[in-house]
């Protein structure tokens, strides 16, 4: 392919840097964007001089016909766009939380299948740099046989100042920031057979859990646990910081605080700064967050160029997204459930 145009729908809080990191692409340009509130519309379009705007998707894609379309929207309105995309032989990128529910998801996956249309979850967490890096050092075989994980998400950030409808639903923690942290799990350990989640709410103002912790059981053998709070106040604030422990028979690999990467071996430790860079349009705290989002968008133009399919595809997220469900099952139920039974 040349270049590809691509089309946005969604032009909220998020959708900016899903634009910043397009313009960053050589040989992709956004040709037209769509979103059903004016006010949205024209800021995101003056933003970035995108002059074809719409409020209806289906006539920004049967106008346009771009390469690919990024859906930046909510999860109830997921299925019906995808569904749109396929029928019209578009590829689709999709927000995640990837559908309210599991039947949603398998329908977007299988209506893409059936078209033959390449699909991808922006499940970015697994492409920020320091988690990266402790994929590379897990593949180096150091630590030799892992036995025990830990992916840590702890903070008091505001969230609901930028995105005040997280504090409206009644699912919160595990859909919106667990599903990321459950996805680097799969990324770092491999799938899993079961799991086992406890929830909280510390925060009386908001209607959904704060606080989850959860136990995985690895197919590979050995567990993880998987934390997450947005009411957890520390000396210094980690947002938005993912935390990594990996044991294995031969050492351990820490990702600490500011980005700190230790590995322990026989032969000692080693220590390694995995910041990420500070790219021109990000700022701090997101820039971690930010600097992902360029990352996986660039992995969705290169597996979209060489016909491959991209590491967070539908049917890759359809996993990640069962281990949400699961976990609201077995905090609910109060029993560890099967990854099978979602």
């Known amino acids: 392919m040349s270049e590809l145009r691509g089309a946005l729908i969604g032009c909220g809080f998020f959708a900016v840097n899903q634009m910043h990191a397009w ?41 346009v016909r771009p390469d690919f379309v990024d859906i930046a929207t ?9 569904e749109l995309a396929a029928s019209l032989k578009i590829p689709v990128i999709c927000q995640k939380p990837f559908a309210p529910t599991m039947t949603d998801a398998r329908a977007m996956v299988e209506a893409c299948d059936k078209a033959g249309v390449p699909l991808m979850v922006h499940e970015n967490f697994r492409w920020q740099s320091p988690i990266q890096a402790v994929r590379r050092a897990l593949d ?19 969230v609901y100042a930028g995105q005040p409808y997280l504090a409206e ?78 044991d294995g028979s031969q050492g351990s690999i820490r990702l600490g605080e500011d980005y700190r990467l230790s590995v322990t071996t026989p032969a000692g430790t080693r220590h390694e700064d995995v910041s990420p860079p500070l790219l021109a349009w990000a700022s ?32 890759d997220n359809l996993k990640t997204l069962a281990l949400v469900e699961a976990a609201y099952a077995s ?11 979602v």
């Open 23 to 63: 313009a960053d692409i050589s040989g992709v340009s956004i040709a037209a964007i769509c979103d059903r509130d004016p006010a949205r519309l024209a800021e995101m379009g003056d933003r970035f001089g995108i002059e074809k705007r719409y409020a209806d998707a289906e006539t920004m894609l049967r106008e």
């Open 284 to 315: 701090r705290p997101w820039h971690n967050i930010q600097e992902s989002v360029a990352l996986i968008q660039r992995h969705w133009v290169d597996a979209l160029r060489a016909g491959t399919e991209p590491q967070t595809s539908g049917a």
């Open 140 to 158: 180096t075989g150091e630590i030799g046989t892992p036995f025990f994980g830990r992916v840590s998400f702890r903070s008091a950030f505001d």
């Open 331 to 341: 905090a609910a139920s109060g029993r560890t459930l099967d990854t099978s039974e």
């Open 169 to 246: 639903g009644t699912r919160f923690i595990i859909e919106d920031l667990g599903i990321h942290s459950l996805d680097i799990a799969r990324f770092l350990f491999g799938d899993v057979r079961a799991i086992t989640a406890r929830t909280k709410r510390v925060n009386p103002k908001i209607r959904g859990e704060d606080v989850a912790t959860m136990l995985l059981d690895h197919e590979a053998g050995f567990s993880s646990v998987v934390d997450c709070s947005y009411a957890t106040r520390l000396e210094t604030e980690r947002f938005p910081q993912t935390l990594v422990e990996i």
């Open 74 to 82: 909510t999860a109830p309105s997921h299925r019906p766009l995808v």
